[in-house]
């Protein structure tokens, strides 16, 4: 009997590519190939990102390490979260940044000392009962087992990105519309580029996104 693990799939090398070259978004978060760094002036960005209602994506994000060199600790974070792109938004925070980040959130979503934490959809920063519903990864987790972590940090992702709906447009797909003959080809171009057109449309910031800022703030810094 062959009792041996069987081997998780890798991320396809195709998929870190797209991502870095093209503006793949959920909604307001972009899907990079790495986190992003967040500095003082992306707080705002990153907590409307956190609080968008039509996030379908989990967002991990990362916090400096108050005593290991930010530069050697985003090494170990993008180690940490190699097997994430596509399947989250990843973000690290720088140190000033993640005091204030911290300072917005309120202790009940706070993220410390070089934590890592999974921020799923539907995030109401008002409700600190959900709080345990995002799970953190410790540092100290981080630098006793990285490979472990990283693994650690990819299973929701991955088990959401199973279970979850596909965006609308692709649910619009049939065998037919991606079949690629020479007579359907500028069809299938057209439907497409369409469909392309609408959901830059769609994902665009309003012209009042600095007013759903204010509506964050007010949920965040919550007396």
Same mark, same amino acid.
């Given at each position: ?35 992003? *760094?967040? @500095? %003082? ?5 990153? !907590? ?7 996030? +379908? #994506? /989990? ?86 087992? *990285?490979? @472990? %972590? ?5 299973? !929701? ?7 979850? +709906? #596909? /965006? ?56």
């Amino acid at each position: 009997m062959d009792d041996r693990r069987p081997t998780r799939a890798a991320l396809p090398g195709i998929a870190r590519q797209l991502l870095a070259a093209v503006d793949a978004r959920d909604h307001w978060a972009y899907l990079r190939p790495a986190p992003e *760094l967040i @500095r %003082s002036h992306g707080i705002e960005d990153l !907590l409307c990102v956190l609080t968008d209602e039509q996030r +379908r #994506l /989990p967002a991990v994000v990362a916090s400096a390490h108050g005593e290991i060199p930010f530069d050697s600790w985003k090494q170990t974070i993008a180690k940490a979260t190699r097997y994430l792109p596509g399947l989250a938004s990843l973000y690290i925070l720088d140190p000033l940044a993640a005091r204030e980040f911290n300072d917005a959130v309120g202790p009940s979503y706070e993220i410390r000392n070089g934590s890592v934490r999974t921020y799923l959809p539907d995030l109401d920063l008002a409700i600190d009962e959900d709080a345990g519903r995002h799970r953190v990864l410790s540092e100290a987790r981080l630098q006793s087992d *990285l490979p @472990r %972590s990283a693994h650690l940090l990819t299973a !929701l992702p991955r088990r959401l990105a199973a279970d979850g +709906r #596909l /965006p609308d447009p692709l649910n619009k797909l049939t065998r037919t519309t991606v079949t690629f003959g020479a007579s359907s080809q500028k069809a299938v171009e057209s439907t497409l580029h369409s469909e392309n057109r609408n959901l830059r449309s769609k994902h665009s910031r309003p012209a009042h996104f600095g007013l759903r800022w204010s509506r964050c703030v007010i949920v965040a810094r919550r007396a």
